[in-house]
């Protein structure tokens, strides 16, 4: 049965710009068959309008804006609106043989800048191998990275990879994501990185988690269970966090602040998920 939760996003950035630059955002929600933005605004305190660019199938909303030397503020508000629903079996996600996988999943498939699952392709067969194929393939990756990788602020940093990670066995969201791409590639399961919203996350902030191919859809997936899934708000994916970054600026411009707020509208209760979920 599937059930609709509502939230609202309130999202400031404050930018001090030593001179005139510029900034390229991804921080504005997307539209998917599960996911509807009832409602939105994107302002600056200059009034400065923003260039939008959109990537093909719709995986990432960016917006642009040049401006002046001081301070710029950014407000992003929204309310969207999330419908649940999922498989009734695991059977329903099988792994896909590659020959029949469409022609704009296969790319999924390849090592990335943060994901090297080529370097992972005899570790993941030896510790995913004898697992069943499809949904409990993937939840055994997400069960082995959330016992052996310590969630830790500050031991990595936005160049860390996922081998790096493995090394370190600690990290944040963006790396139990990368790690979680990157076991899944090695095991011939296409799966790409995914940032966004959380409801209920500990420490507000954008959060990353990450996708598989299985049947004939992407299903996310989370390892750090930080947060329930029903409360995940999509705001992009790609190969991996260089595709999704919140902010691409210019050499002058420096983060100053940055305040998130997701907050739910409608009453029922956001659940963790048991089984697949999709956007």
């Not at 309310?79 to 043989?97: F, I, N, Y």
């Not at 704009?104 to 370097?119: G, H, M, Q």
């Not at 996708?211 to 708000?233: C, K, M, N, S």
Request: aromatic share 10%; with cysteine.
């Amino acid at each position: 049965m599937a059930i609709t939760h509502q939230f609202s996003i309130r999202t400031r950035l404050s930018y001090q710009l030593g001179e005139e630059g510029w900034l390229l955002l991804n921080l504005a929600a997307i539209e998917t068959p599960a996911q509807k933005i009832l409602s939105e605004s994107l302002r600056n305190n200059h009034g400065i309008a923003f260039r939008k660019h959109a990537v093909p199938k719709n995986t990432t909303r960016s917006h642009g804006i040049a401006a002046p030397a001081g301070l710029l503020d950014i407000s992003y508000e929204a309310e969207v609106e999330r419908t649940m629903s999922g498989p009734s079996l695991a059977d329903d996600c099988p792994e896909s043989p590659l020959i029949d996988l469409p022609h704009e999943v296969v790319r999924f498939l390849y090592p990335s800048r943060y994901c090297e699952s080529d370097k992972l392709v005899r570790m993941a067969a030896k510790k995913f191998g004898n697992l069943p194929p499809g949904h409990e393939r993937v939840a055994g990756i997400c069960n082995w990275i959330y016992l052996n990788i310590d969630y830790r602020p500050g031991i990595t940093d936005a160049h860390t990879s996922a081998v790096e990670c493995l090394t370190l066995r600690a990290g944040v969201c963006r790396d139990f994501a990368h790690l979680g791409v990157t076991f899944c590639r090695a095991m011939g399961i296409p799966a790409r990185y995914c940032s966004g919203y959380s409801y209920r996350l500990p420490l507000p902030d954008f959060h990353a988690f990450f996708e598989v191919w299985l049947g004939d859809r992407w299903w996310y997936y989370d390892a750090t269970r930080l947060a329930p899934q029903h409360g995940f708000i999509l705001v992009g994916s790609g190969h991996d966090a260089a595709d999704t970054s919140v902010a691409t600026m210019s050499s002058s411009v420096q983060l100053d602040s940055m305040e998130i707020t997701v907050a739910k509208l409608s009453p029922e209760p956001v659940e963790f998920a048991s089984g697949p979920v999709a956007f």
